[in-house]
């Protein structure tokens, strides 16, 4: 593999190591980051987190076969009470946290905290939805971990469909802003041996070699905006050779739609609407981009006699 400088963000790209034939996945987000936080003002302990969050949706979802949306969900009883992202086999991607301004204020005065400060106690989802007329998949896993990618590993732990490893990391702006956001992720998976391939000791050892190699990757390889992925994985396996697939690109865009939120106040009780009419108006925020869907009398009026 060519390790030709080119410093391409939002995309997921696949990749093999040939002497084992491991699978695996490295990603970068940049801009993607930038429009999918610059909605909130997420204090930086949470907007590290969802950074981290979309990398690993992004990521995971790419071991599955889908048409649709995955989604990766962590709900707790901590300062962060919800955190969400998903993404369409698209690539279209969106985030976002709900948490206790006061309790991540008292937590930001000291150093990074850990999931279970963050979190407190919970569990992490991961579900595929792929429409109204197929079988909504959904794995429920504890939160254990100090780190998200511990947890994605717990997940991992109790799944015998995958044996997976994950390494994340985000970095903030270093002006503090908006502008500058960076995100990277690595995964590895062992696929099946079956009697054709190598003996399960050298599979066992060839496994045990790429995490090694992978364990070396730091978080500033992972963010740089100066080093490729196909650079990074070059330093990480060129000596089993690696060889690299066509990438996913990614892209921010929130799925919420006026239509949409026709549809489920056209579901809700006429009283319930009237008790959401603020100065004669039903005012709709989308979590996830903060758009604003106004209706007036009028219109509310027309959706009770739909």
Avoid at 137 to 150: C, D, H, K, P, R
């Amino acid at each position: 593999m060519s390790a030709i400088p080119d410093i391409a963000d939002d995309r997921v790209l696949p990749f093999q190591i040939e002497a084992s034939a491991l699978r695996g996945r490295i990603l970068r987000m940049g801009p993607l980051l930038d429009e999918v936080l610059r909605h909130h003002a997420y204090p930086k302990p949470v907007a590290e987190r969802l950074a981290e969050m979309l990398a690993l949706a992004a990521l995971l979802s790419g071991a599955l076969k889908f048409e649709g949306v995955f989604t990766l969900q962590i709900k707790g009883d901590g300062p962060v009470k919800l955190m969400v992202a998903d993404v369409t086999s698209a690539g279209h991607m969106r985030g976002y946290a709900q948490f206790d301004a006061g309790a991540v204020a008292a937590l930001a005065s000291g150093p990074t905290p850990s999931v279970p400060k963050l979190f407190g106690a919970g569990y992490l989802a991961l579900t595929v939805d792929q429409g109204v007329h197929t079988e909504r998949y959904q794995g429920i896993v504890e939160l254990t971990g100090s780190t998200l990618a511990e947890c994605v590993h717990g997940y991992f732990r109790q799944s015998e469909q995958l044996e997976a490893a994950v390494m994340v990391a985000a970095r903030a702006p270093a002006d503090g802003g908006n502008q500058g956001w960076r995100a990277g992720a690595l995964m590895l998976q062992r696929l099946p041996t079956s009697g054709t391939e190598m003996a399960l000791d050298d599979a066992d050892e060839a496994w045990r070699r790429a995490l090694i190699l992978m364990s070396s990757c730091s978080p500033a390889e992972l963010t740089s905006t100066a080093l490729a992925s196909e650079d990074v994985l070059f330093r990480l396996f060129h000596e089993d050779g690696v060889r690299v697939f066509r990438d996913h690109p990614l892209e921010a865009r929130c799925r919420c739609s006026r239509e949409r939120v026709v549809r489920v106040l056209e579901a809700l009780p006429r009283q319930d609407l009237d008790e959401m009419k603020v100065e004669g108006e039903v005012v709709v925020t989308c979590e996830f981009c903060s758009r604003v869907y106004r209706f007036d009398d009028t219109e509310i009026a027309a959706l009770i006699k739909g």
